[in-house]
C-alpha cells in the first residue's frame, strides 16, 4: 500500500506561478492529472522513478515536473498559469519505475487527495 499526501495549490492570477507537492511512502512512478468540473480527468505530467518526466501537450514550457528521491516527494511547478488551468489536480502512483500507459488515470493504482487550483483572469 502507498500512500500519497498533496500540498500546494490555491488562487493565483493569470501569468503568475504555483507549486504543488506529493509526498509518497516509498519510490515509484508517478503522475499528475486535474480534473476541472464537469470535465474528465486529464493527464498533466508524469515522472520515472529515476526521474525521466513526461508531460501533455499543455504543460509542456510552462510547468516542471521533479522529485526528490531522499524525500520521496514529486513536484509540479506550475508557470504562466492561465484560467483555463483551473481544476483539481491529484497525484497518482504506479508501483512500478517506469508505465508506458501514463496518460491514462485508470491505470495508476493509488491518489492524493486532491488539491484546488484557481488561477483568475
Known amino acids: 500500500q502507498v500512500q500519497l499526501v498533496q500540498s500546494g495549490g490555491g488562487l493565483v492570477q493569470a501569468g503568475g506561478s504555483l507549486s504543488l507537492s506529493c509526498a509518497a511512502s516509498?519510490?515509484?512512478?508517478m503522475g499528475w492529472f486535474r480534473q476541472a468540473p464537469e470535465k474528465e480527468r486529464e493527464f498533466v505530467a508524469a515522472?520515472?522513478?529515476?526521474?525521466?518526466?513526461y508531460y501533455a501537450d499543455s504543460a509542456k514550457g510552462r510547468f516542471t515536473i521533479s522529485r526528490d528521491n531522499a524525500k520521496n516527494t514529486v513536484y509540479l511547478q506550475m508557470s504562466s498559469l492561465k484560467p483555463e488551468d483551473t481544476a483539481v489536480y491529484y497525484c497518482?502512483?504506479?508501483?512500478?519505475?517506469?508505465?508506458?500507459?501514463?496518460?491514462?488515470?485508470?491505470?495508476?493504482?493509488?491518489w492524493g487527495q486532491g488539491t484546488q487550483v484557481t488561477v483568475s483572469s
Open positions: 497518482a502512483a504506479k508501483a512500478v519505475d517506469y508505465y508506458s500507459g501514463y496518460v491514462t488515470a485508470r491505470g495508476y493504482d493509488y
Open positions: 515522472i520515472t522513478g529515476s526521474g525521466d518526466p
Open positions: 516509498r519510490r515509484i512512478f
